[in-house]
């Protein structure tokens, strides 16, 4: 861990003297840039390294990671059948996951010790990248098609908050029909929709451009998710530009990391929407004039509800970003029933359109525990467990990850320092989201672009370690979308105590290393920059 590539952090966050000071050319004193070149280089190959892994894995479907579906007739999705083992896939997108994280993590130890690759370049390469994953099928999960069936439910008339995947396809709908029912669970192809309004009229677009196509159905979801991932990457750019360091950072974190390409782009999660949403909500809160004021703009306020409603109607984890809007906004009421009132304009009339049945799932669905979930460390060595399935828990368990969660947000909420006072609800976003992935039951490792995306704007310290060894641990438990009934048992019992065993044991030792940071106030190190000393430019314009 590098300890002085910027000034330090006491206990309480706050900067020791000089911070907002330019940082020298070769970063930190008597780091020669010599090694910082080096290891620019190295990451840039390992991150180049993974994602062409993804790109060639994605490319050469179906197979274990890549859900078979009938090919489009002209146009994307595109893909060269390899017929490739579930040895050699599995295998692969370990080795991607492991060397994106590691790429990652060297380019931010480079971008620390002074390294300064140019931007235009990352951002080209990012976009590359992204642009060549949308136009492939997706790969990873098969979230991707059940978001299409609920869109094609809704073009034909069908509420997906009433109607399932399998009762789609007993009524003899095309879309229904190419559902590979094979290759799916029974608790996904018999349960309804459980995400907001704003994901659904997404899909429901998706599926009017469709057709009568699943697999083109899924190019454009995936397309719709590629087109938030890049403009956080344009957000994210326009909002750090004045800071080299931040800037770099920022597009390691964000925009050429493997695992989130992975994770959003090459898996069409609808996370990625909820993401540029919920993004530009907490960066729409600023502070007018000296960051000590305290002085917010309602129209600030409502604007942030707004988008941040907008969030929570793709996904109603989103409200957290809300409930930080109203954190920032505590010691002002204007601004505080503003931003009541945005958040109410963006939600209250999509959940309207969308029935009583949309609002039932809100209020009555159950979050579910994840069979990799960190809690099953303390259970199942005494009561035991399925494969792939939990049904062997102790009671009350959402009820306590729930109390343990409100315990680490507090407490997150209180301890974190604030590098960007001028952006208020920031920093309270950030540690809820950090204490809703890490202690909630139910983990999934694409969730984790909800914190990301505010992490990037955040001072770099130990906490990106943190977060990006959590999300690679996840990110090796989901490189399979189906089950091959030809898979050998070697490989199978490798994913088993991965999913069982190594990843709970990550996910727990982060949650531990999260509260330990809160605690002790050893941030470690971070960039000098003018992020560091509050000074953010203006995404929106000044009232």
């Known amino acids: 861990m590098i300890e002085k590539a910027g000034p330090e952090m006491g206990t309480e966050g706050t900067p020791a003297t ?22 620019g280089v190295l990451a840039a190959a390992a991150i180049a390294a993974s994602t062409l892994i993804i790109i060639v894995v994605s490319a050469a479907g179906p197979n274990v990671s890549v859900p078979l579906m009938p090919r489009a007739a002209g146009g994307p999705p595109w893909w060269h059948a390899l017929h490739l083992t579930a040895t050699f896939v599995t295998g692969s997108l370990w080795a991607a996951m492991a060397l994106g994280c590691a790429g990652v993590i060297a380019g931010l130890v480079a971008v620390a010790r002074g390294a300064r690759p140019p931007v235009r370049a990352v951002i080209a390469a990012a976009f590359l990248a992204v642009a060549v994953v949308t136009v492939l099928p997706a790969a990873g999960s098969t979230d991707a098609i059940s978001y299409a069936a609920n869109g094609r439910m809704a073009v034909i008339g069908h509420s997906p908050y009433v109607m399932t995947p399998l009762q789609l396809r007993h009524i003899g709908d095309p879309i229904g029909q190419q559902i590979p029912v094979n290759e799916l669970p029974s608790t996904w192809l018999n349960t309804v929709s459980v995400y907001g309004p704003v994901a659904t009229g997404a899909e429901w677009a998706a599926a009017e451009l469709g057709g009568s196509s699943l697999a083109r159905i899924t190019f454009w979801l995936k397309l719709e998710e590629a087109l938030a991932f890049g403009a956080v990457i344009l957000i994210l750019d326009r909002m750090l530009r004045a800071d080299p360091a931040q800037r770099l950072r920022a597009h390691l974190l964000w925009s050429v990391n493997p695992l989130l390409l992975w994770e959003i782009v090459a898996s069409g999660h609808i996370d990625g929407l909820a993401a540029v949403f919920g ?22 306020a ?8 907008v969030a929570t109607g793709v996904k109603v984890e989103y409200a957290l970003f809300g409930l930080a809007v109203a954190w920032a906004c505590r010691r002002s009421v204007k601004p505080l029933v503003a931003a009541a009132a945005g958040f109410a304009l963006a939600v209250v009339p999509v959940y309207l359109a969308a029935g009583t049945a949309a609002i039932k799932v809100l209020l009555t669905r159950s979050p579910g525990i994840t069979w990799d979930t960190m809690y099953q460390l303390f259970w199942r060595p005494v009561l035991g467990y399925t494969q792939f399935g939990v049904t062997s828990r102790p009671p009350y368990l959402e009820l306590v990850a729930y109390l343990l969660f409100a315990g680490v947000a507090v407490l997150a909420v209180l301890r974190f320092p604030d590098p960007v006072p001028t952006l208020p609800a920031v920093t309270p976003a950030l540690a809820l989201s950090l204490a809703w992935l890490f202690v909630t039951a139910f983990q999934r490792p694409w969730y984790d672009v909800m914190a990301i995306s505010l992490l990037a704007l955040y001072s770099a310290s130990r906490l990106d370690w943190v977060v990006l060894v959590r999300l690679l641990a996840g990110a090796t438990v989901y490189v399979q979308a189906v089950q091959s009934p030809v898979e050998p048992h070697w490989l199978a019992d490798i994913g088993q105590f991965d999913g069982a065993w190594l ?34 430019p203006e995404l929106l314009p000044a009232t």
């Open 18 to 39: 000089g911070v907002g000071r330019s940082p020298s050319p070769a970063g930190s004193p008597g780091l020669s840039p010599f090694p910082a070149r080096l290891i």
């Open 279 to 300: 993004l530009l909500g907490v960066a729409a809160l600023r502070i007018r004039g000296e960051p000590g004021s305290g002085r917010i703009s309602t129209r600030d």
């Open 302 to 309: 409502a604007l942030a509800g707004l988008l941040i409603g």
């Open 503 to 536: 990843t709970p044991g990550v996910r727990l030792l982060a949650t531990v290393a999260l509260v330990w940071l809160c605690l002790s106030g050893r941030w470690g190190w971070r960039s000098a920059s003018a992020a560091s000393a509050g000074r953010l």
